[in-house]
Nanobody, 120 residues
């Protein structure tokens, strides 16, 4: 059983920055892709960014150039650095553990979510 624990959410003004962290346990972390999703009120959950087991990254268009996903396999941790935050980034952010080395293998586990609120 894989457990994912997120941290780093909070309230920030527009234009500010936050860094989310997700620590994984119970997984051979280095061989699985990891990702960040978000869900705003009344909207479907959407993928924000993903990183493969070898560090290849993908981003949804709305965060390109502002967000950076990274991973530290030695610490079983994936990060999401969020800069130039906008009010439309307000959502609950979820860490995702994929079944295999790429995001195309599908999500196998979710974190509990962490709230990010951007005030304008």
């Amino acid at each position: 059983q894989v457990q994912l624990v997120e941290s780093g959410g909070g309230l920030v003004q527009a234009g500010g920055s936050l860094r989310l962290s997700c620590v994984a346990s119970g997984s051979i972390f280095s061989i699985n892709a990891m990702g960040w999703y978000r869900q705003a009120p009344g909207k479907q959950r959407e993928v924000v960014a993903a990183i493969t087991s070898v560090g290849i990254t993908n981003y949804t268009d709305s965060v390109k150039g502002r967000f950076t996903i990274s991973r530290d396999n030695a610490k079983f941790t994936v990060y999401l650095q969020m800069n130039s935050l906008k009010s439309e980034d307000t959502a609950v952010y979820y860490c995702a553990h994929y079944r295999g080395r790429s995001m195309f293998t599908g999500v196998s586990y979710w974190g509990q979510g962490t709230q990010v609120t951007v005030s304008s």
